[in-house]
Nanobody, 115 residues
């Protein structure tokens, strides 16, 4: 089994930056892709960005050019650097991976962008 623990959420001003991290522990050798999702109040959870073990990335159109996903395989950690934040980026951000056929989610971290 794998556990994911996010860190870095908080309150940030409109236009400001914020960095999130997600540390994986447990049987991490089965992990390939790691992703960040977010869920705003009253909305469905949506994919923000994903990165493979080899470093290939993909982003939601709404964050392209503003967010950067990266990972440190030696530390089993994935990062999300968020720049030029907007109030509509306010959400709970979740780290996600698959372990075999199981979907593994972190507990989530709240990011609030004030206008």
């Amino acid at each position: 089994q794998v556990q994911l623990v996010e860190a870095g959420g908080g309150l940030v001003q409109d236009g400001g930056p914020r960095g999130l991290s997600c540390a994986a522990s447990g049987r991490v050798f089965n992990i390939n892709a790691l992703a960040w999702y977010r869920q705003a109040p009253g909305k469905q959870r949506e994919l923000v960005a994903v990165i493979t073990f080899g470093g290939n990335t993909n982003y939601a159109d709404s964050v392209k050019g503003r967010f950067t996903i990266s990972r440190d395989n030696a530390k089993n950690t994935v990062y999300l650097q968020m720049n030029s934040l907007k109030p509509e980026d306010t959400a709970v951000y979740y780290c996600y991976t698959r372990w075999g056929i199981k979907q593994i989610w972190g507990q989530g971290t709240q990011v609030t962008v004030s206008s």
